[in-house]
């Protein structure tokens, strides 16, 4: 560059191209970026001007220095404007997107609770405890001997055919029943022995009222002198926490291989207390769970004296109970999940 006319073209050109430029610019990223292509202390064209000043006569330097100063001046001021410009359009439209009703209903967030085969198990976890019961839980693969034969149903023993089971392996099975555990317990402790056993069980059964899966609850107590009218207390004083004070019992002869006497235990009916309506089927009666008196042979098996010890046990279905307790009259609304009816289901 020789002169000042050439310099005075170059800065018209200069600032046509920064206005021109500008219209296309739609955000402040590209702003910066277009701003640098001119200030850039390295690459810009308004610094590259400034280079020239070495080709300048010593005389025009001033002026030409003067020149260049105010473009860049003009430049720096145009950019500002303009970034705080669209910076304040930016943020005005983030603010726009990011708006929180608040006056808005909130989206309703339901808190989770305990299923009501949970809740029932726990209610009866702590009825049983508040007696003494301590808790035994067995594992839901048993051997046959702790399923059935040291219960005093060996192989060939009509009462297996009570419930269809599920075998892994000639040996091996999916407990049936958690009376097994009474078997695991009675062989570990001394008596005394109170326990409470709850678990999963197993039987290929279904249909309304049967699942093949379910939750038992065994209880056990061996002691000396036990007999059935300990075992009508206890179970007296479950019926009326679940059911309700007014409830009562009565013990019905039955069959189970491990118990003698065996009995079935009906609660008085907590819908019509008594008088029969068709949830008792007009008998005024539920029946809700099998016991007895310990089969001495069961005792026996587990090397406990019979003559000294008697015990007392007894095993109720979880679901059975919380059906009966919530009014469900088909066993797979407990494990649908489907929280239109676990909602209804409450404590
Ligand atoms: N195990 C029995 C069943 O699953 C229930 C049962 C009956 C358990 C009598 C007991 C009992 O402990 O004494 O059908």
Redesign the pocket.
């Known amino acids: 560059m020789q002169d000042l006319n050439e310099l005075r073209d170059s800065i018209n050109s200069i600032k046509e191209e920064i206005v021109n430029g500008v219209k296309e610019v739609r955000n402040s990223k590209a702003l910066y970026e277009f701003k640098k292509t001119f200030l850039d202390s390295k690459a810009g064209k308004i610094n590259a001007l400034m280079k020239e000043m070495k080709n300048i006569p010593n005389e025009l330097k001033a002026e030409f220095g003067k020149n260049v100063n105010e473009l860049k001046n003009w430049a720096g001021v145009k950019f500002d404007e303009l970034d705080a410009s669209m910076k304040e359009a930016e943020a005005k439209q983030r603010y726009e997107d990011e708006k929180i009703d608040i006056t808005m209903p909130a989206v309703k967030c339901s808190c989770g609770k305990l299923h009501p085969v949970t809740l029932v198990k726990n209610q009866l976890i702590d009825i049983f405890a508040s007696m003494g019961f301590d808790v035994y839980e067995g594992t839901e693969i048993e051997n046959d001997y702790y399923n059935f034969t040291a219960?005093n149903t060996p192989q060939d023993h009509p009462a297996r055919d009570?419930?269809d089971t599920f075998y892994l392996s000639p040996q091996f099975l999916l407990r049936?029943?958690?009376?097994s555990g009474?078997i695991h317990v009675m062989e570990n402790r001394k008596p005394p022995i109170k326990i409470l056993s709850p678990g999963k069980?197993f039987r290929s059964d279904d249909d309304a009222t049967h699942s093949p899966m379910f939750t038992?609850m065994?209880?056990?107590v061996v002691d000396k002198g036990i007999t059935l009218r300990d075992l009508k207390g206890m179970l007296e004083v479950m019926v009326k926490r679940i059911f309700g004070e007014g409830t009562t019992t009565r013990l019905r002869p039955?069959y189970?291989p491990?118990?003698e006497p065996?009995?079935e235990v009906d609660v008085s009916c907590f819908e019509c207390g008594g008088t029969g309506c068709r949830l008792c089927k007009g008998t005024g009666w539920i029946e809700v769970?099998?016991?007895?008196i310990?089969n001495k042979k069961v005792l026996e098996n587990c090397n406990i004296d019979s003559n000294e010890y008697s015990g007392?046990?007894?095993?109720?279905?979880v679901e059975r109970l919380a059906m009966l307790k919530y009014g469900i009259n088909n066993i797979k609304l407990l494990y649908e999940s489907d929280l239109r009816v676990l909602e209804q289901l409450d404590e």
């Not at 007392?312 to 279905?317: E, K, R, Y």
Request: hydrophobic share 45%; aromatic share 10%; glycine share 16%.
């Open positions: 219960l009570m419930q049936t029943q958690t009376s009474q069980v038992q065994e209880g056990l039955s189970f491990f118990t065996s009995v769970l099998g016991a007895g310990v007392l046990a007894f095993g109720v279905g």
